[in-house]
């Protein structure tokens, strides 16, 4: 899943407002509680615990941090026993702001697996309909 939204905040702003996964629960509105488990942002290899609200599932997870370019880009590794995921968190200058993209690479297992199409789909509906809105208005606040 690949979502973009272009912005008038700056690199330095948008990319403050979303890639820390430790406030994650400030924007993101399937997540009840994000922490960072060492409090140590931005350190590439730090951990941080998500929980995810009933209607999604109600899932515990825990990310790390990847790879770090401050400003610019961070990716994240994280999901449970039944679901992986990949997420990177890109922002780029342009004339007038900034691009924001997160790209998400889900991975189903166990007895999820049969389901990785229904699963992607229902995530590309929520990304689409809630969390690209969502994300939009707080990048708005910046400007």
């Known amino acids: ?5 272009p912005t008038s905040a700056s690199r330095e702003q948008a990319f403050a407002a979303i890639a820390d996964f430790g406030r994650l629960d400030e924007w993101e509105p399937t997540v009840a509680r994000s922490d960072w488990t060492d409090g140590s942002w931005p350190t590439v290899g730090s951990k941080v615990r998500l929980s ?13 941090l990847e790879s770090l370019e401050p400003g610019r880009r961070a990716q994240y590794r994280g999901g449970t026993e039944r679901i992986r995921s990949i997420d990177t968190i890109t922002c780029t200058d342009r004339p007038t702001g900034t691009v924001v993209v997160i790209e998400t690479d889900i991975e189903t297992l166990g007895r999820l697996s049969p389901f990785a ?8 509906a929520l990304g689409s309909s809630i969390i690209t809105p969502m994300l939009r208005r707080r990048l708005e606040r910046l400007s």
């Open 1 to 5: 899943m690949r979502f973009s939204i």
């Open 52 to 64: 995810t609200k009933p209607w999604v599932g109600g899932a515990d997870l825990v990310y790390t």
């Open 117 to 124: 199409p229904a699963v992607r789909l229902g995530l590309a």
